[in-house]
């Protein structure tokens, strides 16, 4: 992952679950960490898609369970088009 | 919000207030879903106004609403806007001491009245909500509520639905508006419909018209006035607007 975008990434994740991406394995489920509620969820979605200048499509919410799945998708959206 | 830009689904849109939300919305909106379960109110106003969009559903059966709401979102039109207005009126006492037989309100009453004027918002909503955050879409849900939400003698079970109903316009306002999704609700008080002038008798008429500051029943375009307002405005999120003349029950 691009270090912008770790950066960016751990930002997020520290307004939005006060979580550390350092202290963070990609398996991590984002509904088991401490801090995680629905509400938070979707502020970190939203959060995430101003940060990063795309919008999420329904089904990659809804397949967004890991930390992982998130950096994913982030590489993928993040891809230059040709 | 542009109004002009926005598609609507209204439920109990074939008679009554909704009726006439629909003659006053349709040709301000792209379009209009109208879902009623009158299969003959909804034929007439769809010969009335063929560009709508109509949809004969039994709002308290949820297995109906979701396949309901599916069509809505799988036309050539999306809505955008969703209004509850479907709902009925049920005024009954807590306990009625001219029936000395069975003195206590009815359970079957209560029952019905919380089905059609609360569960029926929430299945309708639960839907809506699903199908615009699958499809990312930005829009409001606007309920019609009442101003006896904040409680009115004989009106226990109809009462405390609407004032549900409110409830859950201010949770789903928290809930949905970081999505880009409103809520917000309109309290009618009396207004000028054909459902209020048989249900009330004429004395009773020309009290509520006395005890309210501006001395008439409501019109019905000034709920379609609040609607338009609600749609338009993309700050207004979680409130409920009172259109009741400054009666206070």
């Known amino acids: 992952m691009q270090a912008d975008h770790q950066e960016k990434l751990s930002q997020l994740l520290s307004e939005s679950f006060s979580a550390t991406l350092s202290e963070l394995q990609d398996s991590q489920v984002l509904m088991e960490m401490e801090q995680w509620d629905s509400l938070s969820h979707m502020q970190f979605i939203t959060t995430l898609e101003g940060e990063f200048g795309f919008e999420l499509t329904g089904d990659e919410i809804a397949n967004m369970q890991s930390l992982g799945d998130v950096k994913k998708i982030i590489e993928a959206r993040s891809q230059p088009t040709s | ?249």
């Open chain 2, 1 to 249: 919000m542009i109004l002009s830009e926005q598609v609507g689904l209204i439920t109990g849109g074939a008679s009554g207030i909704g009726k006439h939300l629909v003659e006053s919305l349709s040709g301000s909106l792209r379009a209009l879903h109208v879902i009623d379960k009158n299969v003959g109110a909804l034929d007439e106003i769809a010969t009335a106004n063929p560009a709508l969009h109509t949809h004969t559903c039994d709002l308290t059966d949820f297995e109906a609403v979701q396949n309901t709401v599916r069509a809505a979102f799988e036309s050539d039109a999306p809505p955008t806007v969703l209004i509850n207005n479907a709902g009925m009126i049920h005024s009954e006492p807590l306990i009625n001491l001219m029936s000395p037989d069975d003195r206590k309100h009815s359970l079957d009453n209560w029952h019905r009245t919380i089905d059609v004027n609360l569960n029926t918002v929430f299945y309708m909503t639960l839907c809506f909500a699903d199908a615009m955050l699958q499809r990312r879409l930005k829009g409001v849900v606007i309920s019609i509520s009442s101003i006896t939400a904040c409680g009115n003698a004989g009106q226990s079970a109809y009462a405390a639905a609407k004032a549900g109903v409110n409830a859950m316009t201010v949770t789903w306002a928290k809930e949905l508006g970081v999505m880009g999704i409103r809520a917000a609700a309109i309290a009618p008080g009396f207004i000028n419909t054909p459902s209020t002038n048989s249900a009330l008798s004429e004395g009773h008429i020309k009290h509520i018209k006395k005890n309210t500051p501006l001395n008439r029943l409501g019109d019905v375009e000034d709920v379609a006035g609040a609607v338009r307002f609600i749609i338009e405005n993309d700050f207004f999120n979680g409130r409920v607007i009172e259109i009741d003349g400054g009666i206070r029950i």
